[in-house]
């Protein structure tokens, strides 16, 4: 668990199905809390990109929620390709 206000990294691996790490077209961060509501989405660029198929975003976390659900998006082959988890929140003490 994170703490609210914190900057955490928020990281995907694009895969295909076979498992081969791919670097999709488009590639956005889009934020929902815990209700599914967007907070924000981020257009990421090549200084978002670790490696071939690996990106990552530093977020700080907003000390209103609880919870939030990040989902990392793109184009591949013409298709959408999608990663998506959760941070769970603490306020700080």
Same mark, same amino acid.
């Given at each position: 668990?994170?703490?609210? @206000?914190?900057?955490?990294?928020? %990281?995907?691996? #694009?895969?295909? #199905?076979? @498992? !081969?790490?791919?670097?999709?077209?488009?590639?956005?961060?889009?934020?929902?809390?815990? !209700? %599914? !509501?967007?907070?924000?989405?981020?257009?990421?660029?090549?200084?978002?990109?670790?490696?071939? @198929?690996?990106? #990552?975003?530093?977020?700080?976390?907003?000390?209103?929620? /609880?919870?939030?659900? #990040?989902?990392?998006? @793109?184009?591949?082959?013409? %298709?959408?390709?999608?990663?998506?988890?959760?941070? %769970?929140? !603490?306020? /700080?003490?």
């Amino acid at each position: 668990m994170a703490l609210a @206000g914190d900057t955490v990294r928020l %990281k995907c691996h #694009f895969r295909t #199905f076979d @498992g !081969q790490l791919i670097d999709p077209a488009d590639v956005k961060l889009t934020i929902y809390d815990s !209700q %599914k !509501q967007q907070i924000e989405q981020i257009t990421l660029d090549d200084t978002n990109k670790e490696d071939n @198929g690996v990106y #990552f975003y530093d977020y700080v976390l907003p000390i209103n929620q /609880s919870e939030i659900i #990040f989902e990392f998006s @793109g184009v591949y082959n013409n %298709k959408p390709i999608l990663v998506r988890d959760s941070v %769970k929140i !603490q306020f /700080s003490k």
